[in-house]
C-alpha cells in the first residue's frame, strides 16, 4: 500500500470519525445537563475497574489477522472460537467483581454486569472488522464506527433523560455491541469456512495464545493507560472530583479521536505493507510525525483558548468547574497522536514485547503521576497539570528509544522542537497585541503560526531530507 493508499483509507476513517466525534460532543453536551459528576464518577470507577478486562475481549485477534492476513481464510474458525472463549472469560471475571458491590453499591454494580454482559456479544464484531481492515475496506469501516457511536450516545441520552442515572451507562454497552455484530455481518459478509485440510486442534490454541500474550498484555496496558487514572483518583479523592476530571477528560478524547482513530485504523496496516522498504516506511512514519506536530500543536493550543468559553455556554456554568482541567488536557493532544502513530510503527514490525513494555511504563507512570498528584493536592486542575508534564516527558523519552527501530530520533524532535517553538512564539505575540480578547489572540495565533510555518518550510524540507535519507 503506497503513500496515497493510505492518504486515501485514513481520509474515509477520520472523516467518519469526524462525525462520530461531533456525535460525541453532541452526547456530551445533553448527557451533561441530565447527569452530574457523582454519576460520571461512578461510570469513571466502572470503567477503570473493567479497562484490563475489557482490552483483552479479542484476545489480540485482530492485530494477528492484519499482520498474517494470507491465513485468514485458513484460520478463520481458530480466531472466532478463540475470540469467544477470551470474552467469556471477561464476562465471568467482571460478574465476579460486580457481585459484592451489589446493595452498597447497586448503580456501581450494574453498570460492570452490562459491561461484562457486552463482550460476548461484541466477539463476532471484533472478528469481522479485523476483515475489513484487511480488505482495505476503510469505508465500511467508517460507517460502522459513525452508526455505533450514535447509538451509544442517544441510547445513553434517551435513558438518562428517563431518570436512570449512572444506570444509563449500563444498557448502552449492550446495545452498542448488538449493533456492531449486526453491522459486521452485513458489510464483511459470511465468514470463510476453514478448508477441510485444516482441522483445528487444541495445540492451534496453545500457539494461538504464545502468538497473542504480548498483544493481550500490551492492550491491557494501553487500557490501563487511558482508564487507570480515573481508578487513581477515585481511590483517593471523592466521586464528585473524579467525575468532573472524567467530563474533563472524555471532552479531551472526543476532540482528539478523529485522527486517532484513523492513524489507529489505517496506519499499522499501511506500514506492515512496507516491511520490506524499511527506509520508505521510516519516510511515511516521519511524515506522519511531521503532520501531527505542524498541525496538532496549533490545534491543541486554539482549543485551550476556546475551551472555557465554549464550555459556559453550552452548559451556562455548569461545567465550568472542568473548563481549567480541560485546558491544560487539550494540550497533551499531539503527545498522544504520536504515541498512537509510534505503536503503529512497532504493531507493523510485530514487537508485540516492545509494545507492551512500552505502554505499561506509559500506563504505570501515569497512574502513578495521578495517585501523587490526588494525594498531595486532590484538585482537578493539579492532577491534570502533573499528566501534562508526564505525558511531554514520556513522548520525548518514546522517540529517544524508537532509534533502534531505524528512526532518526534527532531529526524527529527537531520537528517537534520547531513546531513546537513556531505555535509559542505565535502565542505570546498574539496575547501582547491582542490583549485580553479569546477571540483576538486565537485568530491572530492561527494566522502567525500558518505564516511561521511557511516562512520555515525550506526548514521542513530539510529535515525531512535528512529523515528520508538516514537509512540509505
Not at 180 to 185: L, M, N
Not at 230 to 238: G, K
Not at 363 to 371: D, E, K, L, M, Y
Not at 452 to 466: A, E, K, M, P, Y
Request: proline share 3%; with cysteine.
Amino acid at each position: 500500500m503506497t503513500s496515497r493508499s493510505a492518504i486515501d483509507g485514513m481520509t474515509w476513517v477520520f472523516a467518519s470519525n469526524t462525525l462520530a466525534r461531533l456525535v460525541t460532543v453532541a452526547g456530551q453536551v445533553v448527557v451533561g445537563w441530565l447527569l452530574v459528576p457523582e454519576d460520571f464518577g461512578i461510570y469513571a470507577l466502572a470503567l477503570s475497574m473493567s479497562a484490563m478486562i475489557t482490552a483483552l475481549r479479542n484476545g489480540g485477534i485482530g492485530q494477528i489477522m492484519i499482520q498474517r492476513a494470507e491465513e485468514l481464510h485458513a484460520k478463520v474458525r481458530l480466531y472466532r472460537n478463540y475470540s469467544l472463549a477470551i470474552n467469556a472469560l471477561g464476562t465471568l471475571i467482571l460478574l465476579a467483581m460486580a457481585a459484592p458491590a451489589f446493595g452498597e453499591r447497586t448503580s456501581l454494580a450494574l453498570v460492570l454486569t452490562g459491561i461484562a454482559l457486552s463482550l460476548p456479544l461484541s466477539a463476532p464484531s471484533l472478528i469481522y472488522r479485523s476483515r475489513l481492515i484487511v480488505d482495505r475496506n476503510f469505508r465500511a469501516v467508517a460507517s460502522m464506527t459513525l452508526w455505533s457511536t450514535l447509538l451509544w450516545h442517544a441510547s445513553i441520552a434517551l435513558l438518562a433523560f428517563a431518570g436512570l442515572g449512572p444506570v444509563s451507562f449500563a444498557i448502552a454497552p449492550l446495545l452498542q455491541a448488538s449493533y456492531e455484530s449486526i453491522a459486521g455481518r452485513r458489510y464483511a459478509g459470511a465468514l470463510p469456512v476453514d478448508p477441510p485440510a485444516h482441522k483445528t486442534q487444541w495445540r492451534d490454541y496453545f500457539l494461538l495464545f504464545a502468538d497473542t500474550r504480548w498483544i493481550m498484555l500490551s492492550s491491557a496496558a494501553l487500557a490501563l493507560a487511558t482508564n487507570g487514572v480515573y481508578f487513581a483518583v477515585s481511590a483517593l479523592t471523592d466521586t464528585r472530583t473524579v467525575g468532573i476530571f472524567f467530563f474533563a477528560f472524555q471532552l479531551v478524547l472526543a476532540l482528539s479521536m478523529p485522527v486517532y482513530s484513523a492513524i489507529e485504523t489505517v496506519l499499522p496496516t499501511v506500514l506492515s505493507s512496507l516491511n520490506r522498504d524499511r527506509s520508505q516506511q521510516v519516510v511515511l512514519y516521519a511524515r506522519v510525525v511531521r503532520g501531527i506536530a505542524v498541525a496538532g500543536i496549533p490545534f491543541s493550543i486554539v482549543c485551550a483558548l476556546l475551551l472555557p468559553w465554549l464550555m459556559n455556554l453550552v452548559w451556562r456554568g455548569k461545567w465550568d468547574i472542568a473548563a481549567p482541567a480541560a485546558q491544560i488536557l487539550v494540550t497533551c493532544i499531539p503527545v498522544w497522536l504520536i504515541v498512537n502513530a509510534g505503536r503503529a510503527l512497532i504493531d507493523a514490525r510485530g514487537l508485540w514485547r516492545v509494545r507492551f513494555w512500552v505502554l505499561s511504563a506509559y500506563a504505570v507512570g501515569g497512574i502513578a503521576v495521578a495517585a501523587v498528584a490526588s494525594r498531595y493536592h486532590g484538585t482537578v486542575e493539579s492532577i491534570a497539570i502533573a499528566l501534562a508534564v508526564f505525558y511531554a516527558l514520556f513522548v520525548a523519552v518514546f522517540v529517544m528509544i524508537q532509534t533502534r527501530l531505524g528512526v532518526p530520533w534527532r531529526s524527529i524532535l527537531l520537528v517537534l522542537s520547531v513546531a513546537a517553538a513556531i505555535s509559542i512564539a505565535a502565542l505570546l505575540l498574539a496575547l501582547g497585541i491582542a490583549g485580553t480578547s479569546a477571540v483576538a489572540v486565537m485568530l491572530l495565533f492561527v494566522g502567525l503560526a500558518v505564516v511561521g510555518n511557511l516562512l520555515l518550510r525550506h526548514t521542513w524540507q530539510d529535515i525531512f531530507l535528512t529523515v528520508s535519507t538516514y537509512r540509505r
